[in-house]
């Protein structure tokens, strides 16, 4: 049952996903993915191993701007809206409890 839900999510995400067609980005395991379409980041996490994210968004200067917890869903997910925010390349990092890490630059304006 939880691989069927799992399948199930995971065609629900690539199909929301698809909706993305400017700036996307993944992750080498393909469970996180950034993407932005009119100044909109979307950060979408199809959390297999149940694990609890942070994310962190830094300026172009290395100004944390955001931090916050997405939590240990199997589906998470979050978006910001750049679009009155500075021009400028942004470091979203995303960190989990087991200390991995996913690092992604996205550029705004």
Not at 8 to 28: H, P, R
Not at 45 to 73: C, D, F, P, V
Request: aromatic share 12%.
């Amino acid at each position: 049952m939880k691989t069927i839900k799992n399948v199930v999510l995971t065609g629900m995400l690539m199909i929301s996903l698809a909706s993305f067609a400017n700036d996307n980005f993944y992750n080498k395991d393909g469970n996180v993915t950034i993407s932005k379409e009119n100044e909109i980041v979307q950060v979408s996490i199809l959390n297999t191993m149940n694990a609890s994210y942070q994310l962190y968004i830094y300026s172009e200067e290395g100004t944390l701007i955001y931090k916050g917890r997405l939590g240990s869903n199997i589906s998470l997910g979050k978006a910001f809206d750049f679009q009155t925010a500075q021009e400028g390349t942004y470091t979203f990092k995303l960190v989990t409890n087991a200390g991995a890490t996913f690092v992604q630059d996205v550029k705004i304006g």
